[in-house]
């Protein structure tokens, strides 16, 4: 039955009914918060453990009695896990693998980002837009969201940002949005996308390049990913990990669990760190804590999802005393990622220059990987830079491109609607290896055959 179908049917209840079942919803989401608070969490996204929760709420109701008139047995348990766990109208979205990320903007829209890029949501047989009937739908499901995961979302607190698993969820209240309360949702897979032949395919990268970066990982080489939001980069740091030895320790330290490393490669010495943010400094797990915790139990290699704050100086420096791993940064260039990542260890408040930071950077990371979604909606691999020292005469970082995507309008291929449907850029070989990077891949266990081009 589908959502639309299952809201005409609940119209016809009386009062009494509703508010019963209304009764049996909270004590139920009460009674798995207490006894199966992983399986709850876990259902809103994977259905055989949602299969498993109907089987809890229904085991439930007949140790409990409950019965509801005008109501069968089974429809009350569907009922009421889609009160717990379902998303309503947006089911259809969660349910499909190929999108990523879906915002509530109110009653005026709910658009989706999948492989169209940006899309409004339709319904696929009458082409209707669809959107949530109202304010109050809308905060229902805010609510369902927040309650499980037992965050904070009031008129003093009009916002939250937290996380279940596999989804990373923000929402804003009216008090604050001035669209209604809006709702982002990004979904998180276990599964590798970023395939070599995926990548080939849609020429996300070149062969060259992907050949580069398995010896770079092969050679431990230290990694900076750059990228805005949605370009790929928590995907591309799945395909990296494939080439990490499985027997090198390896720590992965996220604030919200996307990578799911040990899950993907089960037989590779993974171990995981994720920060707990309660709003509560006394029970807070911020980044800097985890790395020093994680640091201690004597990791190898280390990815840090994404460097964001005050970490950034803590992972600079790890990197910087010999450690090899990867970790990702918000930046659109190479240059820019330098620049950006001085203002973070900054704010760490440490004891040091810009300069000084710009060197030990410079020290810290063998290889930048820039990452862009560009106007066909695909993502792409834009720049690939190595460091090749410092500069103190200059106080610069030195780069050296290796790898440009170029690509010209006039090679546009737009569809009916006016959209750039295909790009055709080309990934070119701007510059060989320095010697530096030369000596540590020839040093290295890396496959001499993958780095024959650059040398």
Request: glycine share 6%.
């Amino acid at each position: 039955m589908s959502y639309a179908d299952k809201q005409s049917k609940a119209k016809l209840l009386g009062e009494a009914e509703q508010d019963l079942i209304d009764e049996s919803v909270e004590k139920l989401r009460k009674y798995l918060i207490e006894t199966n608070k992983a399986l709850l969490e876990s259902s809103f996204l994977d259905r055989e453990k949602r299969d498993k929760l109907s089987s809890k709420i229904s085991e439930y109701i007949q140790r409990n009695s409950i019965a509801i008139p005008n109501i069968e047995q089974q429809e009350l348990v569907s009922t009421i896990l889609d009160e717990i766990t379902g998303f309503g109208i947006l089911q259809p979205l969660i349910d499909r693998e190929d999108i990523t990320d879906i915002f509530v903007n109110g009653t005026k829209s709910i658009r989706y980002i999948g492989p169209e890029g940006d899309t409004l949501f339709v319904d696929p047989l009458t082409k209707e837009v669809i959107n949530f009937s109202s304010e109050s739908e809308i905060l229902r499901l805010a609510y369902r969201l927040v309650n499980v995961t037992e965050s904070t979302l009031t008129t003093a607190k009009p916002y939250t940002d937290t996380a279940l698993p596999r989804l990373r969820l923000n929402i804003m209240k009216s008090d604050i949005s001035g669209i209604g309360t809006s709702i982002s949702i990004r979904k998180s897979s276990s599964e590798l996308k970023a395939t070599r032949e995926r990548m080939l395919e849609t020429n996300q990268a070149s062969s060259d390049e992907l050949d580069l970066f398995k010896a770079a990982v092969q050679a431990k080489l230290k990694i900076l990913i750059v990228g805005g939001t949605g370009t790929g980069k928590t995907e591309f740091i799945k395909h990296l990990a494939q080439h990490i030895p499985n027997n090198e320790r390896t720590l992965v330290a996220e604030d919200d669990p996307e990578l799911f490393l040990h899950e993907l490669y089960p037989e590779k010495h993974f171990y995981t760190f994720e920060c707990r943010m309660t709003g509560n400094p006394e029970t807070d797990i911020p980044y800097s804590i985890g790395l020093k915790l994680g640091l201690r139990q004597h990791p190898r290699r280390i990815i840090v999802g994404e460097s964001r704050g005050e970490e950034a100086m803590q992972m600079v420096e790890f990197f910087e005393s010999g450690h090899s791993g990867f970790t990702s940064i918000h930046a659109e260039s190479s240059e820019e990622a330098l620049q950006r990542l001085k203002k973070m260890c900054l704010r760490s408040g440490v004891n040091l220059s810009g300069d000084d930071i710009l060197q030990s950077i410079a020290g810290a990371f063998d290889l930048i990987i820039v990452m862009e979604k560009l106007e066909d909606n695909n993502r792409y691999i834009t720049q690939v830079s190595e460091i090749e020292g410092y500069d103190y005469q200059n106080n610069r970082v030195t780069l050296n491109d290796l790898f440009l995507f170029d690509y010209k309008k006039e090679n546009f291929v737009f569809n009916e609607l006016g959209g750039v449907e295909q790009l055709n850029g080309v990934h070119e070989l701007k510059n060989k290896l320095s010697h530096r990077l030369k000596r540590k891949l020839s040093r290295s266990l890396a496959e001499p055959k993958l780095i024959e081009k650059l040398i």
